[in-house]
DNA sequence: CGCAAAATTGAATAGTCTCAAATGTAGTGG
DNA sequence: CCACTACATTTGAGACTATTCAATTTTGCG
């Protein structure tokens, strides 16, 4: 991230409360930006306020939509945040002279895709255990891989970065279902809740069996 | 796409037939490839069969996974095809020395990005008339695209490239739900069905308010 | 302690799916 | 040209899952 560095100097770091959002849906794109601290969501939702969570961003991870005008998504910090800003012209002009750098962001979207699309086959084909299921592994993979306390690859005590109705958005579910499932859970054995954001599982093997994780052929 | 015709030197051109398959789900990348003529459905799975269709591609569309070791779905031809295949390993050392396809390449994946989160909202949080009605015109836009009879901005009679399975892996349903509605739209006169590949849609607006659009803020 | 927000629980409903049967369509060979 | 077959689609009835709406409980915070 050489390069990156070197065009942090066109950029400007800012600061976002837990809530606040960075861009919104609809408008036209007028910023890009890298994440240096805090945690994101990306929503796209309906007139009537059904909303879907089509994505997570995490520090290192790049936000907004270079080379078009127009944000399909609205960009939310879930916590207190900082990033480090561009304007968009200014990057698109800059990107095209700096290889490097483009190479990286297309490797990151290539990454960002294929798990959108495997999400994509959670939300138009699991069941809710399932869902619930695969997101609690996700989330104890995906956490796990920051580094927190052990260097294992999947941490089976973890901090719930989302509320339920955040946990309701990414999976297509109510809230009420979500709740409904981790109880369930909890009551047979599988998981542990000590409070509404911490999780435990118990039974890594058999929450496998409940997500139908795809065949590792 | 002058650096890519450059390229295609590496590259040879193979035939598909309807039906067979490039690349599958969790083989390791091998290659990568253009498509030339035809029409290719991306496609995942769950251990019981079920499907989700989460990408369909064109003519000039990429496939196959560059950067990568594992590819995260099938390709399949939807109809007869023509694509130009390379080594994905030839591919990765050469495209960071064409900056100019890789930056035409970031576009295509932005774009497609882009796409696949637009169809999270759908599978996450739409009904099933919704489903099919935003199916529906989004296929009239995009067939409208390629430009066969007029130069309108959309279709409203056309044929469709799939069969109704296909339709119902692409919007997360049944083929009997999919079914039902499209003779329900039918005999609410939205739209005319004059053989089982053909639509004809008769009330746009009508389509359109029941497909739940964003609003074009 | 008391309040507001978040989460859980319950009962009833609606929507989609499942399973089964009937109908329609395309292609083949007589 | 027609009958026959295989396959795709439609239709129907019933079951079941997830949602809706309402009420209750829990949590975090001033």
New binding site residues.
Partial sequence: MDELSLFSRIGRTISLEKGQSLIWEGDQSLIVANIVSGLFKLTTSLDDGREQIIGIAYPADFVGRPFGTTNEYTVTALTDARLCVFSRTDFDRFAPDHPEMEHKLLQKTLDELDRARRWMLLLGR??????VATFLLEMSQKLAGSGCDTADKQLNEFELP?????V?DIL????????????QMKNSNLID?P???HVNILEPERLAQISSAQTAV
Same sequence: chains 1, 2.
């Fill in positions: 699991k069941s809710a255990p399932e869902k989302f509320g339920r109705q955040q309701a297509g579910l109510t809230i009420e279902t979500v709740s409904r499932q981790l109880t809740l409070d509404r954001r």
